[in-house]
């Protein structure tokens, strides 16, 4: 066989070794490029995504556009040639997989983990709102997780309402933690509670639910990574009652990054006028009770999903500014946001057309 032959057969030999190489061989990354965006004054789907009902609600135009990433899951293993066009791609971003998938998650667990915060975050989208507004809303700490095997399983359940611990008032979240860690594991710590089963009869019946009982839980030493500190395995939340029902209609969406526009498109139809003006704007953002907006993941996917769609501004965590701004698609204001009031007089300036006065990201932040 010719020397010349031999070389190029070779060479077509090795490559097609390496191109098997880079499809076989799994590398510890996993891919983010722009999801759907949603209007949240519109429809999805064929129905209202905002439906309210027992309060006058107002006709909404314009767009509050609710934005999302595209992720791959838990369990897909990326090989080193996906990562490279990833890599390649400017509308993707390739990221180390335990950045999003913290070592040992589960696919399964990695939903439900996002399905949990994205029904809380459709609650506190709720409350912010109505506080907004004025409307009061009742609000009360409960067990929202007990840990499988823990001092709590069988004695606590998710939905009963934590009225004291130890005989001291329990009025936020993290009262119980800092109430049970003034104990040392082995010691014993008592809950009074209302039962779920009691409470939801009690809202079904219209009435206030005031059948205590207390309950002893010895505590254990925590096992986690954190400082160790005595635990019974449960977290706290925080439930509601709300005067009307708000209905957020809205599937196959996981994580707490929607709760800034869920609560301006409630804010919106609950409100004459449009607060958008007829404008595009886009968005995303947490949010908590008190109307705080918090930072969220793959901003850099978000703004660029959403100025595909149309968007001409998009309502940006503070947080999340300086990340932003570093490439920000052309056409897209990006309008720096601390709080939903924050948020609020944001749109004021966008529908009067006084776009000088927003409050801009920039690479600094």
Not at 139 to 158: C, M, N, Q, Y
Request: overall charge negative; glycine content about 10%; charged content about 20%.
């Amino acid at each position: 066989m010719p020397r010349r032959t031999a070389t190029m057969l070779a060479s077509t030999l090795m490559l097609i070794a390496l191109l098997c190489a880079g499809v076989l061989i799994p590398v510890p990354y996993a891919e983010m490029s722009p999801g759907p965006t949603v209007n949240t004054l519109g429809n999805h789907d064929g129905e209202p995504v905002l439906q309210i009902t027992g309060h006058k609600t107002y006709q909404a135009g314009g767009h509050l556009n609710m934005t999302t990433v595209r992720v791959t899951s838990a369990d897909f293993r990326m090989n080193l040639v996906e990562a490279v066009y990833g890599w390649l791609d400017p509308d993707t971003k390739v990221v180390p997989h335990d950045t999003l998938y913290p070592a040992g998650t589960t696919e399964e667990q990695s939903s439900q983990q996002n399905a949990e915060e994205f029904s809380q975050s459709q609650e506190s989208a709720k409350v912010a709102a109505l506080k907004e507004l004025g409307i009061p809303v009742k609000s009360w700490v409960i067990v929202a997780t007990v840990v499988k095997d823990s001092p709590a399983e069988g004695r606590l359940h998710a939905g009963d309402v934590i009225k004291a611990v130890d005989g001291t008032a329990v009025k936020q979240p993290s009262d119980v933690a800092t109430l049970v860690t003034k104990h040392k594991a082995g010691q014993n710590v008592v809950f009074t509670v209302i039962p779920a089963k009691e409470q939801a009869a009690a809202e079904k019946a219209h009435r206030t639910a005031t059948a205590t009982q207390d309950v002893t839980l010895t505590t254990k030493a925590s096992d986690d990574s954190g400082p160790k500190r005595a635990v019974v395995g449960i977290s706290a939340g925080t439930d509601h009652t709300f005067p009307f029902t708000i209905d957020i209609k809205l599937a196959d969406v996981g994580g707490p990054s929607a709760g800034l526009m869920f609560a301006l498109g409630i804010y919106d139809k609950l409100t004459p006028g449009d607060l958008t003006g007829g404008k595009f704007v886009a968005g995303t953002g947490t949010i908590d009770d008190n109307g705080t907006v918090g930072p969220i993941g793959g901003i850099e996917m978000k703004t660029i999903g959403a100025r595909d769609k149309g968007a001409q501004y998009f309502l940006t965590p503070a947080d999340n500014c300086a990340a932003a701004a570093k490439d920000t698609p052309s056409g897209l204001t990006l309008v720096k946001v601390k709080t939903i009031g924050d948020a609020l007089g944001a749109l004021k300036d966008i529908r009067s057309g006084n776009t000088a006065a927003l409050p801009t990201c920039t690479a600094k932040g």
